[in-house]
C-alpha cells in the first residue's frame, strides 16, 4: 500500500489529539497554523500546561529544603519527575537519572566531570559529522584544554553514518564516542544497538544525544547498551528548562561534581566538603521545580497514546509528506536514510531558504530554516541553510497538502 493510500484515521483520533493541544487552534497572519517546527520545540498539551499550573497555584515550595507540607510536596512532585522519567527510559535506578535543564547541560556536565579529567595530549572524542553543535563544541571545549582532539566519522550522501568508517576511527586513542540517536536536520535514526557493541569491544564508552529520538519511539537504555543518554524535554510535549543525563552508576559514582552549591553536600567544612550520593551530587541549586512537574505531565501522556499508535502515524506522515515535496519542481530532500524520523530537510532550487521561511509564516506555517545547530552538516552536503519541516504525531496529511499548495505559491513568487 503506498502512503496515500493507507487509511491512517484507523491508527488513532489525531481530532481528539488535537483538541489537547490549545495552541494548535490559533491563527497566524490570519491564517489557521500549521507547526512544522517540532525538532526545535513540541507544542504542550493542556495536561502539561494545567501541571505547571497547578503546582503554582497549590503547592509552590522549595524542594528538599523544607519539612512543611508544601514542600514535601513539592518534593514529592519533584522526584516523581524522577521515577517516571527512569521508567520511560528504562534506566535501571532512578538514582542513575540526574536532572539537567537539557540535553545541552547533560552533555557539558559529561565533558567538564568525565571526559576533562581524564583526557590527555594524543586522546581524542569520536563523534560524527551529523551532529548538532551541543554534541560537538562541548568536546570542542574540553579538548582544547587538555590536548585532545575531536574526530569526526563521515556520512554518505543519504545522510547515514558510515558504519564500517566509524568502527574504524575506534581506535585506542579514543577515550568516548557521541553519537546522535537521531538527526535534527536529516531525521537519520542512527543504529545504537550497534554502535555500543562495538565501542563495548573496544571499551570504549558512548554517550547519546537523545533529543530527537524520545518524541518519536520508546527508548530502553538498558537494551540500547550506551554509557551516558543525554535528553531534553522541551521537544517532548515538556516545559523548556527541563531535560535530564542517564549514565551508568559505576560511571557517576567516579564523576566529580560538575556544579557546586547547595543541595549537593554531605558536609561543607572549610577543611575539606563532602558530598551528597547520586543523583543530587550533581544537581546544586534550585532546580525548574515546576517544569518537571511539567515533564513528568508530559511522560503521562505519552504513555496515554502510546508510541507504537504515535510511530505508525508519525511515520505515515513522513512517507505522505515525503511524496508530496517530491511533486514540486526542483526541490531536493537532505536526508534519505532508511531508517528516519518525521524530519525533512530540503531546498528548492533558485530560492533561499529563510526568504521561504518568512513567506511561509505568513501563510501560517511555522518551519524552520537555517543551519540548524550543524554546521559541518552544512558543510559537508556545501549549503548555507536548509528549510526543515518537523512533524510530530499532532500533525495531519491536511496540513501537509496545505503546506505544500504554500510552498507551491512561495516558490512562483521567488521565481
Ligand atoms: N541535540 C540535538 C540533536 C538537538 O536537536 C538539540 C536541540 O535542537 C540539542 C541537542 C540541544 O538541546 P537543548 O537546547 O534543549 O539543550
Request: aromatic share 8%; proline share 6%.
Amino acid at each position: 500500500m503506498s502512503p496515500s493510500q493507507a487509511t491512517t484515521a484507523t491508527v488513532f483520533d489525531v481530532a481528539q489529539i488535537r483538541a489537547d493541544f490549545p495552541l494548535l487552534a490559533r491563527t497566524v497572519h490570519g491564517k489557521p497554523l500549521v507547526y512544522f517546527d517540532n525538532a526545535n520545540t513540541s507544542q504542550k498539551p493542556e495536561s502539561v500546561i494545567e501541571a505547571v499550573n497547578a503546582h503554582y497555584r497549590e503547592r509552590n515550595a522549595n524542594v528538599a529544603r523544607a519539612v512543611h507540607q508544601l514542600g514535601e510536596e513539592a518534593t514529592t512532585a519533584y522526584e516523581g519527575a524522577r521515577d517516571k522519567l527512569a521508567h520511560f527510559i528504562h534506566a535501571p535506578s532512578r538514582n542513575e537519572v540526574i536532572l539537567t535543564s537539557g540535553t545541552t547541560q547533560s552533555i557539558n556536565l559529561v565533558a567538564y566531570s568525565y571526559a576533562l579529567p581524564r583526557l590527555k595530549p594524543g586522546d581524542s572524542i569520536l563523534t560524527t559529522v551529523m551532529e548538532h553543535h551541543a554534541n560537538i563544541v562541548p568536546w570542542q571545549l574540553v579538548a582544547a584544554r587538555s590536548g585532545a582532539t575531536v574526530k569526526a566519522a563521515p556520512i554518505n550522501e543519504r545522510g547515514e553514518l558510515i558504519l564500517e568508517k566509524f568502527f574504524e576511527m575506534l581506535t585506542p586513542d579514543v577515550k568516548l564516542a557521541c553519537v546522535t540517536h537521531v538527526s535534527n536536520v536529516l531525521g537519520t535514526v542512527n543504529p545504537i544497538r550497534e554502535i555500543a557493541r562495538e565501542c563495548r569491544k573496544r571499551g570504549i564508552p558512548l554517550l547519546v544525544d537523545g533529543s530527537q529520538a524520545l518524541p518519536h519511539r520508546p527508548v530502553d537504555v538498558q537494551v540500547l547498551g550506551c554509557d551516558f543518554y543525554a535528553l531534553t524535554g522541551h521537544k517532548m510535549l515538556a516545559p523548556t528548562g527541563t531535560g535530564a543525563l542517564w549514565a551508568r552508576r559505576e560511571l557517576l559514582d567516579d564523576m566529580p561534581p560538575f556544579f557546586g552549591g547547595g543541595e549537593m553536600i554531605r558536609e561543607v567544612r572549610f577543611d575539606g566538603t563532602t558530598f551528597a550520593g547520586i543523583p543530587h551530587k550533581f544537581e546544586a541549586g534550585t532546580p525548574n521545580i515546576a517544569g518537571f512537574v511539567g515533564l513528568g505531565a508530559a511522560i503521562d501522556y505519552y504513555d496515554s497514546v502510546g508510541f507504537e499508535a504515535i510511530h505508525a502515524w508519525e511515520q505515515n506522515l513522513l512517507a505522505y509528506a515525503t511524496e508530496r515535496l517530491r511533486e514540486i519542481p526542483g526541490l531536493r530532500i537532505f536526508g534519505e536514510a532508511k531508517d528516519k524520523e518525521p524530519v525533512i530537510s530540503f531546498l528548492i532550487d533558485g530560492a533561499q531558504a529563510t526568504d521561504m521561511a518568512t513567506l511561509l509564516d505568513l501563510q501560517g506555517i511555522a518551519v524552520r530554516s537555517g543551519h540548524h545547530c550543524a554546521h559541518p552538516l552544512m558543510q559537508f552536503y556545501n549549503v548555507p541553510a536548509t528549510l526543515r519541516a518537523s512533524l510530530a504525531f499532532y500533525n495531519t496529511r491536511e496540513e501537509i497538502d496545505a503546506f505544500v499548495v504554500a510552498l507551491l505559491k512561495v516558490r512562483k513568487l521567488l521565481m
